[in-house]
Protein backbone atom coordinates (compact mmCIF):
# COMPACT_ATOMS: atom_id res chain seq x y z
CA UNK A 1 0.00 0.00 0.00
CA UNK A 2 1.72 3.30 -0.49
CA UNK A 3 1.68 5.93 1.94
CA UNK A 4 2.97 9.40 2.54
CA UNK A 5 3.52 10.87 5.69
CA UNK A 6 3.75 14.54 6.38
CA UNK A 7 5.25 15.97 9.28
CA UNK A 8 6.31 19.37 10.51
CA UNK A 9 3.57 21.32 10.10
CA UNK A 10 2.16 23.85 13.54
CA UNK A 11 1.89 27.79 13.73
CA UNK A 12 4.61 30.13 12.99
CA UNK A 13 5.03 33.55 13.02
CA UNK A 14 5.45 35.78 9.92
CA UNK A 15 9.03 36.10 8.65
CA UNK A 16 9.74 32.68 10.45
CA UNK A 17 11.06 29.58 8.57
CA UNK A 18 9.41 26.06 8.89
CA UNK A 19 10.43 22.92 7.12
CA UNK A 20 7.77 20.27 6.07
CA UNK A 21 8.78 16.29 5.95
CA UNK A 22 7.25 13.38 3.96
CA UNK A 23 8.37 10.22 3.96
CA UNK A 24 6.61 7.93 2.06
CA UNK A 25 6.65 3.88 1.58
CA UNK A 26 4.70 1.12 -0.51
CA UNK A 27 6.62 2.66 -3.97
CA UNK A 28 10.19 2.42 -4.97
CA UNK A 29 10.13 6.45 -3.61
CA UNK A 30 13.70 6.61 -6.02
CA UNK A 31 11.35 6.05 -9.32
CA UNK A 32 8.91 8.89 -8.65
CA UNK A 33 8.55 12.79 -8.78
CA UNK A 34 6.88 14.07 -5.88
CA UNK A 35 5.31 17.60 -5.19
CA UNK A 36 4.42 19.79 -2.68
CA UNK A 37 0.50 20.83 -3.14
CA UNK A 38 -1.32 23.40 -0.47
CA UNK A 39 -4.74 24.14 0.10
CA UNK A 40 -5.65 26.56 2.22
CA UNK A 41 -8.52 26.34 4.67
CA UNK A 42 -11.92 26.17 2.78
CA UNK A 43 -10.13 27.24 -0.51
CA UNK A 44 -8.96 25.58 -3.81
CA UNK A 45 -6.16 23.34 -4.20
CA UNK A 46 -2.81 25.35 -5.85
CA UNK A 47 0.29 23.56 -6.46
CA UNK A 48 3.80 24.61 -4.58
CA UNK A 49 6.63 22.66 -5.98
CA UNK A 50 7.98 19.67 -7.40
CA UNK A 51 11.06 17.56 -7.53
CA UNK A 52 12.29 14.83 -9.92
CA UNK A 53 12.89 11.25 -8.86
CA UNK A 54 16.80 11.65 -9.46
CA UNK A 55 16.60 15.54 -7.90
CA UNK A 56 17.83 16.52 -11.10
CA UNK A 57 14.76 19.15 -11.91
CA UNK A 58 13.08 21.36 -9.31
CA UNK A 59 10.40 23.54 -10.34
CA UNK A 60 8.35 26.18 -7.77
CA UNK A 61 5.27 28.62 -8.22
CA UNK A 62 6.01 31.75 -9.23
CA UNK A 63 3.93 32.73 -6.40
CA UNK A 64 6.61 32.33 -4.00
CA UNK A 65 8.81 34.01 -4.85
CA UNK A 66 11.73 31.80 -4.02
CA UNK A 67 11.65 31.75 -0.41
CA UNK A 68 10.69 27.49 -0.58
CA UNK A 69 12.84 25.10 -1.56
CA UNK A 70 12.67 21.64 -1.98
CA UNK A 71 14.43 18.76 -1.97
CA UNK A 72 14.69 15.24 -1.08
CA UNK A 73 16.95 12.29 0.59
CA UNK A 74 16.16 8.96 -1.79
CA UNK A 75 18.02 6.55 0.95
CA UNK A 76 15.54 7.73 3.40
CA UNK A 77 12.73 8.17 1.35
CA UNK A 78 11.86 11.41 2.26
CA UNK A 79 10.58 14.69 0.57
CA UNK A 80 11.01 18.16 2.31
CA UNK A 81 10.24 21.45 2.10
CA UNK A 82 11.61 24.66 3.41
CA UNK A 83 9.83 27.33 4.01
CA UNK A 84 11.27 30.74 4.93
CA UNK A 85 10.03 34.58 5.36
CA UNK A 86 6.53 33.09 5.82
CA UNK A 87 3.17 35.39 5.16
CA UNK A 88 0.13 34.65 6.58
CA UNK A 89 -1.28 33.54 2.96
CA UNK A 90 0.80 30.65 3.28
CA UNK A 91 -1.71 29.01 6.20
CA UNK A 92 -2.85 26.04 4.27
CA UNK A 93 -2.63 22.25 4.59
CA UNK A 94 0.49 20.81 2.69
CA UNK A 95 0.14 17.44 0.88
CA UNK A 96 3.01 15.66 -0.33
CA UNK A 97 1.76 14.32 -3.63
CA UNK A 98 3.34 11.35 -5.46
CA UNK A 99 3.96 11.83 -9.61
CA UNK A 100 2.74 8.91 -11.91
CA UNK A 101 6.17 10.08 -13.81
CA UNK A 102 9.90 10.14 -13.35
CA UNK A 103 9.71 13.42 -14.45
CA UNK A 104 8.35 16.64 -13.28
CA UNK A 105 7.02 17.84 -16.16
CA UNK A 106 5.56 15.28 -18.18
CA UNK A 107 2.79 15.75 -20.13
CA UNK A 108 1.09 13.15 -19.22
CA UNK A 109 1.83 12.93 -15.21
CA UNK A 110 -1.10 13.01 -12.66
CA UNK A 111 -0.83 12.69 -9.29
CA UNK A 112 -1.67 9.14 -8.12
CA UNK A 113 -1.34 9.06 -4.44
CA UNK A 114 -1.52 11.62 -1.54
CA UNK A 115 -0.46 12.00 1.50
CA UNK A 116 -3.01 12.76 4.65
CA UNK A 117 -1.47 16.62 4.46
CA UNK A 118 -0.47 18.92 7.59
CA UNK A 119 -1.54 22.28 8.22
CA UNK A 120 1.05 25.12 8.55
CA UNK A 121 -0.28 28.61 9.84
CA UNK A 122 1.51 31.39 9.84
CA UNK A 123 0.35 33.88 12.29
CA UNK A 124 1.34 36.54 15.33
CA UNK B 1 -0.28 29.28 -17.26
CA UNK B 2 -2.98 27.44 -18.55
CA UNK B 3 -6.06 28.36 -16.61
CA UNK B 4 -9.36 25.31 -15.72
CA UNK B 5 -12.45 26.39 -15.23
CA UNK B 6 -15.02 24.24 -14.00
CA UNK B 7 -18.75 24.26 -14.15
CA UNK B 8 -20.88 24.06 -11.84
CA UNK B 9 -18.95 25.59 -8.67
CA UNK B 10 -21.76 23.71 -6.82
CA UNK B 11 -24.68 22.01 -7.21
CA UNK B 12 -26.86 19.52 -5.46
CA UNK B 13 -28.44 16.01 -6.88
CA UNK B 14 -30.86 12.95 -5.84
CA UNK B 15 -29.20 9.53 -4.95
CA UNK B 16 -29.05 7.50 -8.67
CA UNK B 17 -29.53 10.61 -10.75
CA UNK B 18 -26.54 11.06 -13.37
CA UNK B 19 -24.27 14.57 -12.54
CA UNK B 20 -22.32 16.08 -15.03
CA UNK B 21 -19.49 18.53 -14.25
CA UNK B 22 -17.24 20.14 -17.26
CA UNK B 23 -13.74 21.96 -17.45
CA UNK B 24 -12.76 24.04 -19.77
CA UNK B 25 -9.40 24.39 -20.66
CA UNK B 26 -7.73 28.31 -21.65
CA UNK B 27 -5.69 26.21 -24.58
CA UNK B 28 -5.32 22.93 -25.60
CA UNK B 29 -4.22 20.03 -23.73
CA UNK B 30 -4.70 17.40 -25.85
CA UNK B 31 -6.07 14.39 -22.96
CA UNK B 32 -4.04 15.34 -20.20
CA UNK B 33 -6.45 16.21 -17.82
CA UNK B 34 -6.98 14.56 -14.39
CA UNK B 35 -9.94 14.54 -12.51
CA UNK B 36 -9.62 14.36 -8.01
CA UNK B 37 -12.44 13.54 -5.68
CA UNK B 38 -12.21 15.29 -2.11
CA UNK B 39 -14.35 14.12 0.51
CA UNK B 40 -15.09 16.33 3.09
CA UNK B 41 -12.28 16.67 5.68
CA UNK B 42 -10.69 13.97 3.46
CA UNK B 43 -6.68 14.04 1.19
CA UNK B 44 -7.82 14.49 -2.65
CA UNK B 45 -7.55 11.45 -4.30
CA UNK B 46 -7.19 10.30 -8.66
CA UNK B 47 -10.61 9.66 -10.23
CA UNK B 48 -9.75 10.08 -13.43
CA UNK B 49 -6.62 10.44 -15.26
CA UNK B 50 -5.70 11.21 -19.20
CA UNK B 51 -9.35 12.58 -19.60
CA UNK B 52 -11.03 9.44 -19.51
CA UNK B 53 -9.00 6.67 -17.64
CA UNK B 54 -9.87 4.78 -14.22
CA UNK B 55 -7.65 3.83 -11.72
CA UNK B 56 -7.66 0.98 -10.31
CA UNK B 57 -10.46 1.01 -7.64
CA UNK B 58 -12.47 3.76 -8.81
CA UNK B 59 -16.21 2.63 -9.28
CA UNK B 60 -16.92 2.68 -12.87
CA UNK B 61 -20.28 4.88 -12.47
CA UNK B 62 -17.16 7.66 -12.72
CA UNK B 63 -16.77 8.50 -16.54
CA UNK B 64 -14.32 11.37 -17.84
CA UNK B 65 -14.53 12.23 -21.13
CA UNK B 66 -13.22 15.33 -24.15
CA UNK B 67 -10.13 15.94 -25.81
CA UNK B 68 -8.71 19.87 -26.51
CA UNK B 69 -10.32 22.27 -24.31
CA UNK B 70 -13.93 20.75 -23.09
CA UNK B 71 -13.59 17.72 -20.40
CA UNK B 72 -16.84 16.28 -18.72
CA UNK B 73 -16.49 14.51 -15.19
CA UNK B 74 -19.81 11.98 -15.32
CA UNK B 75 -21.54 10.24 -12.75
CA UNK B 76 -23.90 7.99 -13.39
CA UNK B 77 -25.35 6.75 -10.36
CA UNK B 78 -25.02 9.35 -8.22
CA UNK B 79 -24.43 8.03 -4.37
CA UNK B 80 -24.30 9.31 -0.85
CA UNK B 81 -20.92 8.28 -0.54
CA UNK B 82 -20.25 10.53 -3.89
CA UNK B 83 -20.44 14.07 -1.34
CA UNK B 84 -17.16 15.92 -2.04
CA UNK B 85 -15.83 18.48 -3.94
CA UNK B 86 -14.40 17.49 -7.42
CA UNK B 87 -11.23 18.79 -9.07
CA UNK B 88 -9.89 19.30 -12.66
CA UNK B 89 -6.18 19.06 -13.33
CA UNK B 90 -3.92 20.11 -15.80
CA UNK B 91 0.52 18.89 -16.18
CA UNK B 92 0.24 19.49 -20.20
CA UNK B 93 1.93 23.12 -20.47
CA UNK B 94 3.54 24.83 -17.57
CA UNK B 95 3.08 24.81 -13.87
CA UNK B 96 0.50 22.05 -12.64
CA UNK B 97 -2.77 23.93 -12.36
CA UNK B 98 -6.24 23.21 -10.82
CA UNK B 99 -9.76 24.28 -11.70
CA UNK B 100 -11.81 25.76 -9.12
CA UNK B 101 -13.46 22.78 -7.89
CA UNK B 102 -16.95 22.00 -8.22
CA UNK B 103 -19.07 20.94 -4.61
CA UNK B 104 -21.56 17.90 -5.05
CA UNK B 105 -24.40 17.80 -2.81
CA UNK B 106 -27.31 15.31 -2.18
CA UNK B 107 -30.64 16.88 -2.08
Known amino acids: EVQLVESGGGLVQPGRSLRLSCVGS????????IHWVRQAPGKGLEWVSG????????KYADSLGGRFTISRDNAKNSLFLQMSNLRPDDTAFYYC?????????????????WGQGTLVTVSS | DLQLTQSPSSLSAFVGDRVTITCRAS??????LNWYQQRPGKAPRLLIY???RLPSGVPSRFTGSGSGTDFTLTISRLQAEDVATYYC?????????FGQGSKLEIK
Open chain 2, 27 to 32: GSISIY
Open chain 1, 97 to 113: VKDSEFLIDARDANFDF
Open chain 1, 26 to 33: GFNFDEYA
Open chain 2, 50 to 52: AAS
Open chain 1, 51 to 58: ISANSGRT
Open chain 2, 89 to 97: QQSYSGPPT
